[in-house]
């Protein structure tokens, strides 16, 4: 039953195409790891609607376009990762940086975001 699902680990396997925006409605995942793969795309503003996620890695792709606005509506997020994609810019709420614990928020340099750690700066 799909409803149940709480882990999706797909990191490193050559994955093509855009994050599909149905993983959105998996509103019991926890954790969301699709890093080091070849996605494309933006990243889906379905995915805000997994309360209850806790890790989302999306790093090592070939995303691109916007973080989405209400990222900070995950506030049980304790770990993000988007670094070392194409070019992912906007910036992320800081009312994502003042939920207790405050979470580990990994992105690229053209993302606006006062308690995220930036890498890949030139």
Known sequence: DSISLK??????????????????????LTDLQLDIN???????????????LINLDLSD????????S????????????????????GSIDSALCEVDPRPNIYVGCSVSCTCCQAYNCN
């Open 7 to 28: 882990d999706i680990e797909l990191y490193n396997n050559a994955l093509t195409g855009p994050i599909p925006s149905e993983i959105g409605t998996l509103r019991n």
């Open 38 to 52: 070849k996605l494309d795309g933006s990243i889906p503003t379905e995915l805000t609607n997994l309360s209850l």
């Open 61 to 68: 792709n070939r995303l691109s376009g916007q973080m989405p």
């Open 70 to 89: 209400t990222l900070s509506s995950l506030t049980n997020l304790f770990y993000f990762n988007a670094t070392f994609n194409d070019n992912i810019g």
